[in-house]
């Protein structure tokens, strides 16, 4: 693992103190949580991006957590308002959560913003665990950022309160061998793997083993990408003639929305989509939660492209036929 970090992002980290194995990297994103949060102090706070992945919500809460949800802004590249975060929030946050490539966005965070956000943490104390599990699924030249890589160039070596997630089931489409990893600061890690001995969660020889086989190669990465980027240059202008969706930066997700199909809710179009066509999307709100401005991810569906090429297209023209087939 402390291979792939020097291979991908040209960091060298200590692997004896700044990356541990996990059982994939939801488990460690409510563990790790667990490990962070002090709900002894005032009103701890965990800030969530807006739509996100739905753990981040389930750990803060079950950590004694409030959840603070920051919306993505469609006008800036789903990127995350980070500005709209009132001063006193700031100052009870205790842990926040970045998702780069983002789950349902794709949007990937530019160092701009890392810069913004390791200020905000070392002001106010709270730690970033940056979900970074689609790093290899990408549709740009350049492969995404990373946090530590971001780190390193601005000139914070040592990651402090900084902690990535990463993972082997998007990367080598393994998400039911359980296989990740955590890096970053030396410190949160320790206590992480004092907590891990208690919630006994070490990783197993034989997926070891295969873990060291899949990080250790990357052609069967690059064969990976090239099927997603193939399927995703078919797809998406077939869907764009209907919706309101372009390519994203990464990821394997559309994040479209629905125009005013269904009258423009999108789960009535969800649910007609299903019965009608026999395809599955989820509705947007289902991801994200009303909030300052609204529900973020009303309008919009999310659609996985995580089936073959000919059956992510065959879904793609029934879409195009059920938006055709309705009443404007
Ligand atoms: C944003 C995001 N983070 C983390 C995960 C967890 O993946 P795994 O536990 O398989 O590493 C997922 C899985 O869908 C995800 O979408």
Sequence with gaps: MAGWLKRRYGLT??????????NGSREALFALTQVVIDPTRAQPTVISPNPFYQVYEGAALLAGAEPYYVPSD????????????PEDVWARTQLLFVCSPGNPTGAVMPLDEWRRLFELS?????????????????????????SLE??????????????????????????????????GDADILKQFL???????????????????????????????????REKFAQVTPLLAQVLDVSLPDAGFY??????????GSETEFSRQLLAQYNVTVLPGSYLARDAA???????????????????????AQRIVQFVQSQPH
């Design 13 to 22: 980290l200590d692997a004896a103190t700044q990356v541990l194995p996990v």
């Design 74 to 85: 469609p006008a800036r590249n789903f990127a995350s308002d980070w500005d709209s975060v």
């Design 122 to 146: 070392e002001r106010h104390g709270f730690v970033i665990a940056s979900d970074e599990c689609y790093s290899e699924i990408y549709f740009r030249d350049e492969p995404p950022l990373g």
């Design 150 to 183: 971001a780190a390193a160039q601005l000139g914070r070596g040592d990651f402090r309160n900084l902690v990535a997630f990463t993972s082997l089931s998007k990367r080598s489409n393994v998400p039911g061998m359980r296989s990740g990893f955590v890096a």
């Design 194 to 228: 004092l907590y891990r001995t208690y919630h006994g969660s070490a990783m197993g020889l034989a997926v070891q083993a295969a873990s060291m086989a899949a990080w250790n190669d990357e052609a069967h990465v690059v064969a990976n990408r090239a099927l997603y």
């Design 254 to 263: 559309l994040w479209a929305g629905v125009r005013g199909t269904c009258g």
């Design 293 to 315: 401005g609204g529900n973020p991810g009303t309008g919009r569906v999310r659609m996985a492209l995580v089936a073959d090429t000919a059956e992510c297209l065959e879904a």
